[in-house]
């Protein structure tokens, strides 16, 4: 089977979908989630899309008023138009990315030719530009972290359809609600060590703290790459022993709240202290925020030996590869099997977490990288309070 067949829209009159994939060329790059994981706590970055349109009509020209995208003799081609991607692979329809356009930049190659770029950010840039007043006095103490995403989602005007939160894990303090919504809202699902992002179809995503254990793509592998001996791998991974992830002491305090400390002597004295600090926790009490600091050291006590990239050739092998490397969203726990490997001995097998994906499409090539998270620490060894059984190493709060 061929690669899948993309397929462009954008909205040049409000609420309607134009196809403009007929005027595709390549390449184009999709860029959504973290870059690099270096943190237990991870912030996500704004989804990104760049593309090129074929331009000979000026159909996408601004300043061509003859065009098809004119109405009442003003362009309509013009910055913070709503652009999705998708892609049709089978019977399958996958969404890539959805933002909206930043520029409209426009080359022309001598007098027979012209090409339009297009860059465009998602609903990141949006809520980071939407500032808001204070209310007084301020609302929500006490609400869950979901609870709270949702206040200010409603804060920031975003469309209750347009939204996948879950119920979050811990309680926050109250807001006055000020300030840019983004920032707040990347505070909130920090304080929960939960996950924000922008999601393929748009949606402003929300994943409580024990996603990672109760979720069944989190909780159980959706793929495994690299599994059948003898067989030539169509990727390439990048396998680190840094100290990128490791903390072995956690200094963190929450507003209005003591300090509040959890080390490990023995990491401290084999790797050198390491400490991971931060004082602005929404959280309502300094057990909760203790039980934060045990977590986070609990997840990054220890160095690891830990694949944290990974690059899949789709082209390779559309039949096989193409539902997995468009279809993963990022918290999707995958295995990874790296096997002939330089030197012999046994394979280098270990289970991550996706992270960040990028999709970068060629004429005739597909290559999607996934930044990855390890997912060493999080086999079955949590207690969940009110799980009824306890298993072993920690209680999550």
């Known amino acids: 089977m061929s690669l899948p067949q993309l397929v462009v829209e954008v909205q040049f009159t409000p609420g309607v979908w134009t196809d403009v994939s007929e005027w595709l060329q390549a390449p184009m790059t999709i860029r959504r989630g973290s870059s690099r994981v270096e943190s237990p706590v991870i912030r996500y970055e704004p989804g990104t ?18 065009g098809p995208y004119v109405s009442g003799g ?45 860059t465009a950010t998602d609903a990141f840039k949006v809520l980071a530009n939407k500032r808001r007043s204070a209310v007084n006095p301020p609302v929500g103490a006490g609400e869950t972290t979901g609870a709270r995403i949702n206040r200010i989602l409603d804060s920031a005007g975003w469309p209750s359809a347009d939204r996948d939160i879950a119920t979050g894990n811990s309680t926050v303090q109250a807001t006055d609600l000020s300030g840019d919504a983004l920032s707040e809202l990347q505070r909130v699902a920090e304080s929960e060590i939960g996950e924000l992002y922008v999601d393929g179809r748009g949606q402003v995503a929300f994943r409580n703290r024990h996603a990672l254990i109760t979720d069944f793509r989190s909780s159980n592998v959706m793929g495994t790459f690299g599994a059948t001996p003898g067989v030539p791998a169509p990727f390439e991974v990048k396998l680190n022993t840094d100290d990128a992830t490791l903390w072995n002491e956690v200094i963190v ?95 280098v097998t270990r289970e991550v977490f996706i992270r960040g994906i990028t999709h970068e499409i060629g004429q005739a090539t597909w290559i999607t990288t996934w930044t990855l998270q390890s997912a060493t620490r999080y086999i079955s060894n949590f207690f969940l309070l009110g799980s009824g059984s306890l298993n072993s190493n920690i209680v999550s709060y």
């Open 49 to 66: 899309a760049t593309l090129r349109l074929k331009n000979r009509d000026r159909r996408f020209d601004p300043t061509h008023l003859g």
């Open 74 to 118: 003003v362009s309509q081609v013009t910055a913070m138009r709503p652009i999705r991607i998708r892609a049709n692979w089978d019977t399958y329809i996958l969404s890539l990315f959805r933002g909206y356009i930043d520029l409209w930049d426009v080359d022309w190659i001598a007098t027979v030719h012209s090409i339009v770029t297009v």
């Open 253 to 347: 305090q929450r507003t209005g709240g003591a300090e509040q400390t959890a080390a490990d002597s023995a990491s401290m004295t084999a790797n050198t202290p390491r400490t991971f600090q931060r004082s602005d926790l929404l959280l309502e009490s300094d057990v909760d925020v203790g039980n934060y600091a045990q977590w986070i050291l609990y997840i990054s006590k220890n160095p690891e030996t830990r694949f944290d990239e990974i690059r899949i050739h789709v082209h390779a092998d559309p039949d096989t590869l193409a539902l997995q490397a468009l279809g993963r969203e990022i918290g999707d726990r995958i295995k990874i099997v790296r096997r002939n490997v330089p030197g012999g001995g046994a394979d």
